[in-house]
Nanobody, 128 residues
Framework: QLQLVESGGGLVQPGGSLRLSCAASGATLDYYAIGWFRQVPGKEREGVSCISSSGGSTNYADSVRGRFTISRDNAKNTVYLQMNSLKPDDTAVYYC?????????????????????WGQGTQVTVSS
């Protein structure tokens, strides 16, 4: 079965950048839409971004649009989240998740979809 592992988190100053990676094993990502989510203790999990299995469609939360970029490299079986102009409010544990799609869904994605494969998360802390 598909397994996902996040990496790339850490401590960064406001205005800095980080690139998170979501590495897959057990199955190819060619058939999966991938979403990035984040969670702060005491708050609900928030959908950050997603990318379709084809790579042709992406979505972003209003809070990160223009600063974050999601991409995928199916040859490396990896999805990335490039985070620029980071703010303290971006501090959270970031998770990637996969949803297996049929042919009709290959060109779209949504963060409200019932993702059923989840990584363990990576901590991002934005502070001076």
């Amino acid at each position: 079965q598909l397994q996902l592992v996040e990496s790339g988190g850490g401590l960064v100053q406001p205005g800095g950048s980080l690139r998170l990676s979501c590495a897959a094993s057990g199955a190819t990502l060619d058939y999966y839409a991938i979403g990035w989510f984040r969670q702060v203790p005491g708050k609900e999990r928030e959908g950050v971004s997603c990318i379709s299995s084809s790579g042709g469609s992406t979505n972003y939360a209003d809070s990160v649009r223009g600063r974050f970029t999601i991409s995928r490299d199916n040859a490396k079986n990896t999805v990335y989240l490039q985070m620029n102009s980071l703010k303290p409010d971006d501090t959270a544990v970031y998770y990637c998740a996969g949803y297996k799609v049929n042919a009709l869904l290959r060109s779209m994605c949504g963060t409200t979809w019932p993702y059923d494969y989840w990584g363990q998360g990576t901590q991002v802390t934005v502070s001076s």
